[in-house]
T-cell receptor, first 113, second 112 residues
Framework: DSGVTQTPKHLITATGQRVTLRCSPR?????VYWYQQSLDQGLQFLIQ???????AKGNILERFSAQQFPDLHSELNLSSLELGDSALYFC????????????FGPGTRLTVT | QKEVEQDPGPLSVPEGAIVSLNCTYS??????FMWYRQYSRKGPELLMY????GNKEDGRFTAQVDKSSKYISLFIRDSQPSDSATYLC????????????FGTGTRLQVTL
């Protein structure tokens, strides 16, 4: 158990809808990262927050947004969902800003129908 | 061409064998190298972290980095059926260390 928690475990929704994924980092970690994992693309970095502020962005679509709250939990919002958004979404956390050692949560499996 | 290349496998070995998993990369700025293990339908688990070139050993696992060849390896000694998983390499560069680039993973099957 990495200490990172994610909810929900599974999510099934229809195209055009909006969903929110939630992540709680390990105790004491200030950085939270979001990744998307699909069969054809592998693990893709989406975005990083550090102590409430956005610090790094990857190939995150404009339809996706994230935030980190004062208690350090983070939410990833996915809107106008498309079939291609079906994937595993992982949250990871690290102690500092430079996330060499990132600890991953169990993931949320999103299925868009 | 992808920044990080990793043979997807599957790689099947008998129990007790020495396993060699490899990644090549093209970005010479990468200085931080990690190996993650991912069981089916689970999150990646950090196995090894190395900085720059050289070897690092942890129990049955040895990570090796050859920056001159842009090649990293993970060796697993005395492989066990519980080692059956997908192994992902990941890399980061100074200044962008939070943005890790992952290989697509090698699926390993250790048979009895």
């Amino acid at each position: 158990d990495s200490g990172v928690t994610q909810t929900p475990k599974h999510l099934i929704t229809a195209t055009g809808q909006r969903v929110t994924l939630r992540c709680s980092p390990r105790s004491g970690d200030l950085s939270v990262y979001w990744y998307q994992q699909s069969l054809d693309q592998g693990l893709q970095f989406l975005i990083q927050y550090y102590n409430g502020e956005e610090r790094a962005k990857g190939n995150i679509l404009e339809r996706f947004s994230a935030q980190q709250f004062p208690d350090l939990h983070s939410e990833l919002n996915l809107s106008s969902l498309e079939l291609g958004d079906s994937a595993l979404y992982f949250c990871a956390s690290s102690a500092g800003l430079a996330g060499h050692e990132q600890y991953f949560g169990p993931g949320t499996r999103l299925t868009v129908t | 061409q992808k920044e990080v290349e990793q043979d997807p496998g599957p790689l099947s070995v008998p129990e007790g064998a020495i396993v060699s998993l490899n990644c090549t990369y093209s970005n010479s700025a990468f200085q931080y190298f990690m190996w993650y293990r991912q069981y089916s339908r689970k999150g990646p688990e950090l196995l090894m972290y190395t900085y720059s070139s050289g070897n690092k050993e942890d129990g049955r696992f040895t990570a090796q980095v050859d920056k001159s060849s842009k090649y990293i390896s993970l060796f697993i000694r005395d492989s066990q059926p519980s080692d059956s998983a997908t192994y992902l390499c990941a890399m980061g560069a100074p200044g962008t260390a939070s943005k890790l680039t992952f290989g697509t993973g090698t699926r390993l099957q250790v048979t009895l």
